[in-house]
């Protein structure tokens, strides 16, 4: 049973113009997408920069306003809410930023910058609050002495790290991680994923997890989305992207992987080359006459595409 519903979600920005700075177009940054989130399940969103995955998750997250649709979280709508501390839905749902160098305030300490939450959500004494600060340091695998140190005095990876004890301090029920590790090098990652997957077991946490890594998604998610232009192409399990896909768009994605293994390579390399005679003959089926991405249709269960009749014959 999911405990939260986001239902046709539009995020649209308008664009000023002209003398008198008016608004003369909108970016469709998020165009009517549709997602049901269950206990401790990961989702991926993947797609090309710019498609809208992180709109999609301060979106959810309340920094961005809503255009139109509505997100329901435990039976109650929360949509547009303002984030306020009472609100268990902004203690519940936390988010783990791209861009790691702004959001982190850097006139505060990382003492500081982690108990924000703890301050505003849980009723802690100063050495319990220190006691769980150390804690989630531990956690993420950086040392006490880090609490008096000011964010520029750390690297990339580090800040990333002190964002994700940030999202954890409250014991979330979904954290949205947008590129959470792609600022770190090979080795870190491979911790930060495996740590994310532990702490998930221990406390059924869900996970949206934004990532342009196809290798990261398909080692962490359950549930994967690939996004267009603030459209879903294609929905479904781990099993459905990757081994029958169906959208173009979502082949062409697949195909681009870089080719490590020796074994099969010639193969694969003709099947990169069929997908690219399609995309090339076909492409066209795929959208409507304005470009824009069909809405899903239904082909298992778990498993959606984007297409209309056309395309379903054509393909
Ligand atoms: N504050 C804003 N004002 C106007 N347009 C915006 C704003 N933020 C994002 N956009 C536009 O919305 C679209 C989606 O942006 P978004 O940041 O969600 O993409 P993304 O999929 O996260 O990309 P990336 O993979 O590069 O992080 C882009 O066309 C972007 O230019
Ligand atoms: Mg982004």
Do not use: W
Not at 189 to 196: E, G, I
Not at 266 to 278: G, L, N, P
Request: glycine share 8%.
């Amino acid at each position: 049973m999911s405990f939260m519903q986001i239902n046709d979600l539009h995020v649209h920005y308008p664009i000023r113009g002209g003398f008198f700075n008016t608004i003369i177009d909108r970016v469709h940054a998020v165009d009517g997408i549709n997602m049901e989130i269950e206990k401790g399940k990961t989702y991926g969103l993947v797609g090309e920069s710019g498609c809208g995955k992180s709109t999609t998750g301060k979106s959810i997250i309340g920094l961005e306003k809503i255009t139109s649709g509505s997100i329901i979280y435990e039976g109650k709508d929360v949509t547009n809410k303002q984030r306020n501390k009472s609100s268990s839905y902004n203690r519940d749902i936390q988010m783990i930023f791209q861009d790691v160098h702004s959001s982190l305030n850097p006139r505060k300490r990382v003492r500081d910058i982690i108990a924000e939450p703890i301050r505003n959500f849980l009723n802690l004494t100063p050495e319990e609050e220190n006691r769980r600060i150390n804690e989630l340091l531990a956690i993420v695998g950086m040392s006490e002495d880090a609490k008096l140190k000011y964010p520029h005095e750390f690297s990339g990876g580090q800040k990333q790290r002190i964002g994700i004890a940030r999202a954890i301090a409250c014991d979330p029920k979904l954290i949205i991680c947008d590129e959470p590790v792609s600022a770190l090098d090979l080795s870190v990652q491979a911790q930060v994923l495996n740590f994310l997957k532990e702490i998930q077991q221990e406390y059924g946490l869900s996970y949206l997890f934004i990532s342009h890594d196809l290798g990261v998604v398909k080692h962490m998610c359950d549930h994967i989305s690939i996004m267009y232009k603030g459209r879903f192409v294609e929905s479904g399990t781990r099993n459905d992207i990757y081994t029958n896909p169906q959208h173009i768009y979502t082949k062409r994605l697949l195909s681009s992987i870089p080719d490590i293994n020796p074994i099969g390579r010639e193969d694969r390399k003709v099947q990169r080359m069929q997908v690219e005679s399609d995309y090339m003959t076909n492409h066209k089926i795929y959208y409507d006459e304005t470009g824009k991405v069909f809405d899903l249709m239904k082909l298992s269960d778990s498993h959606y595409v984007a297409m209309n009749a056309n395309t379903k014959g054509g393909s």
